[in-house]
């Protein structure tokens, strides 16, 4: 496989160069190279481009099968490595400059499928992301514990505000009361069984506790309702006791007095 390896190289900043060919080896500024290429001295790399003047640029084509790129003065001094597939497929790393470091992995598209950055958003765009798993079924899958100050779910579930709507069918607490003793556990809730096999839907879950708050909520409502009738009756019988109370006492008052009315009647 035939490879081409490119250096763009400028020497400045010296008035004679030294140059010596040993058959195997060049030596620059040095009449007794130890490698194939041998500098004694400062070397000078630019670009014709102005935008990386007084950088470097090295590109390594690997015979048809990709592209690697290394080049400095990127995005004001950035040190910039970028290895592409004959595809497009690419993977660049950005290091320096402003702040910004970042590693992007790119399709042929030249979509971004994978971005990390320090200092600004880092996201990944396709297939789904395992924590403590090799194997997730989820966007995000996390075998383990998970720490967070908050949390927010994005609903695709209506919200059961209709519990509340006139008409809606509320069992009665009898029926309620017989449906646990049958099942052990809430209507349109799952057993412990379930919970065990296949987990919860944390959205859905969080709506089915809501609608179960709002018709206890609705038998509170109703329980409240029979509460203060049931005292309503209570004050109701405690008055007519009450009233009782004085006309024994005035039925009494008149026994009496009929009693002296006849004693001075004979």
Not at 64 to 82: A, E, L, V
Not at 106 to 129: D, E
Request: aromatic residues 8%; proline residues 2%; hydrophobic residues 35%.
């Amino acid at each position: 496989m035939k490879k081409l390896f490119l250096v763009t190289l400028f020497i400045g900043g010296i008035g004679f160069a030294q140059i010596t060919d040993t058959g195997d080896k060049v030596g620059i500024g040095t009449a007794n190279p130890y490698q194939k290429l041998h500098v004694n001295g400062a070397i000078g790399i630019g670009l014709l481009n102005g935008t990386y003047i007084e950088g470097f640029k090295i590109n390594y084509v690997d015979g048809g099968s990709g592209t690697t790129t290394f080049m400095s003065s990127r995005w004001g001094g950035d040190i910039y490595f970028k290895r592409s597939s004959s595809e497009g497929e690419r993977t660049q790393f950005s290091f320096g400059g402003a702040n910004e470091h970042y590693m992007g992995l790119y399709n042929s598209n030249n979509q971004v499928k994978v971005l990390f950055r320090s200092g600004g958003n880092s996201y990944i765009n396709g297939g789904n992301v395992g924590i403590g798993t090799t194997a997730p079924d989820m966007k995000l899958a996390v075998k383990g514990k998970i720490h967070a100050e908050e949390v927010k779910i994005d609903l695709n579930v209506p919200a059961p505000d209709y519990v509340f709507k006139e008409g809606y069918n509320l069992i009665s607490i009898k029926e309620l009361e017989k449906f646990i003793e049958e099942n052990s556990h809430l209507p349109e809730m799952p057993s412990a069984k379930e919970f065990e096999e296949n987990g919860i839907m944390q959205a859905e879950m969080d709506m089915n506790l809501l609608k179960k708050i709002e018709e206890l909520t609705l038998y509170t409502i109703e329980q409240q309702k029979k509460i203060e009738s049931l005292e309503e009756q209570v004050s109701k019988v405690n008055m007519l006791k009450e009233e009782n109370k004085t006309l024994k006492c005035l039925i009494e008052r008149i026994t009496k007095l009929e009693e002296q009315l006849k004693t001075i009647q004979k």
